[in-house]
């Protein structure tokens, strides 16, 4: 125990074993959603279950295990944006088998790891300006709040509108409502592990409601056979289609993990004096071993999950958080009917006030700079709007770039913030 305090640096990061654990139990809590969605989705693609799940948990396991050897309170696993690409776009949209998507998810890792041993990626979290660092954090806030309304059904397409109030009389809306409610008064309070006792104690509640409900089959057994290294020949490897597919895979994960980074990080203060963040090359290290085993296993690309600001609300500052939370992955593969029980109604309520106190970091953004404040602003309000990390930073760093060079700024500008604004104009245009 002493030699897992010391490498975890437990007490230079302020922090204990209890609160680690109980930050990776529910970090894990608020992301094993992802055991039901994520193979459910796949499924649609043809994908068989039983090998999607399987390689969703391990992935998941194997690579926020990752992340705790790098000292990190992040868990990952397979992107549920990237998840809906495969399945939706790549597969059903254009015809591709899903052999074809898997064997492009582990190329997409392999160049993610060249990137990152290159310290490419690391010096694009590093080029990024203060103020949209903290608009990140704000907006990845917001986008977290529109997860949890949404899982809630608090919030729901509109019709003739983009969204509109759900219904309240749900009795899962209800759940989340008493939940939010719950999860605050503890909050308040200072109740240690109030994020995670809120899910339990909205699990339980949701039983008389007739939300929460026991598990009808529990021998679920795990089976990769059907889906490893099921991969295309070298004739589509080398095709056009597959680098189109490859490039996109690779924006969405470079730019969603430089985003998420800085939202979680600066919330943990990892963050340094300079706003970057010590050894965020073994951080892209984690999502880019772990693409390449989902791709190799049978599941989606592997990301950093924004979920893991509830862990880090708790006070998860260690890889201590991450160990915790990719051994409950693990046990998983054998007990998911018990973590899949948890409902949304469950965990939304967590995610919404994990938005409220992301959202904080707005007030470290300069708004009284136009040059400053509108590029922050926007990345702040595109992140939740179009559903993307990777686009509010597109539309942030392109307004950056243009707004300064258009007032004669141009000394604020670095040439990589340049180089990225000229690509992202030309993604917009071309593709």
Request: hydrophobic share 55%; net charge neutral.
């Amino acid at each position: 125990m002493e030699g897992l305090k010391k490498f975890a640096q437990l007490e230079e990061r302020g922090t204990t074993v209890k609160t680690e654990l109980i930050a990776g139990l529910t970090t894990f809590m608020t992301m094993a959603y992802a055991l039901a969605v994520v193979p459910g989705t796949l499924a649609k693609a043809g994908v068989p279950y039983s090998g999607a799940f399987a390689a969703t948990a391990i992935s998941a396991c194997l690579a926020t295990l990752f992340a705790a050897m790098a000292n990190f309170p992040f868990g990952l696993g397979p992107s549920l944006g990237m998840n809906a690409f495969f399945v939706f776009s790549v597969v059903l949209g254009k015809g591709h088998t899903w052999q074809f998507a898997l064997t492009a998810v582990a190329i997409s890792g392999l160049v993610l790891l060249i990137l990152t041993v290159t310290k490419i990626r690391e010096k694009l979290f590093n080029v990024i300006p203060f103020n949209l660092k903290m608009a990140m954090i704000a907006g990845i806030g917001l986008f977290i709040t529109l997860i949890g309304l949404a899982s809630a059904g608090i919030v729901v397409p509109g019709a003739g509108t983009v969204v509109a109030l759900g219904n309240l009389k749900s009795p899962s809306v209800f759940l989340s409502l008493i939940g939010i409610i719950l999860t605050g008064v503890l909050m308040v309070k200072n109740v240690k592990g109030a994020l995670f006792w809120g899910i339990i104690l909205t699990t339980i509640i949701g039983f008389p409601l007739g939300v929460t409900k026991l598990p009808t089959q529990w021998d679920v057994i795990p089976d990769l056979t059907s889906t490893t290294f099921k991969f295309v020949g070298m004739s589509q490897i080398l095709s056009v289609e597959m680098a189109i597919t490859v490039f996109t895979f690779l924006f969405v994960a470079i730019f969603d993990t430089v985003g998420t980074l800085i939202g979680l990080a600066g919330k943990a203060n990892l963050l340094d004096e300079n706003d970057e963040l010590p050894g965020v090359t073994k951080a892209c290290l984690c999502d880019s071993f772990g693409t390449i085993i989902a791709g190799c296993l049978g599941t989606s690309l592997v990301g950093t999950f924004v979920e893991s600001a509830s862990g880090i609300a708790e006070g998860g500052k260690t890889g201590l958080t991450a160990l915790t939370t990719s051994v409950l992955f693990f046990i998983a593969l054998f007990l998911a009917p018990v973590f899949v029980m948890i409902p949304a109604a469950a965990t939304a309520p967590v995610l919404i006030i994990v938005g409220l106190l992301m959202v904080s970091a707005i007030k470290a953004v300069n708004f009284d700079d136009m040059t400053e404040g509108l590029p922050a602003f926007l990345t702040i309000v595109l992140m939740p709007l179009t559903y993307s990390i990777a686009e509010g930073i597109v539309f942030g760093i392109i307004s950056y770039v243009g707004i300064k060079v258009l007032t004669n700024k141009t000394k604020d500008v670095t040439p990589v913030m340049g180089v990225l604004a000229v690509l992202f104009v030309l993604k917009i245009a071309f593709m």
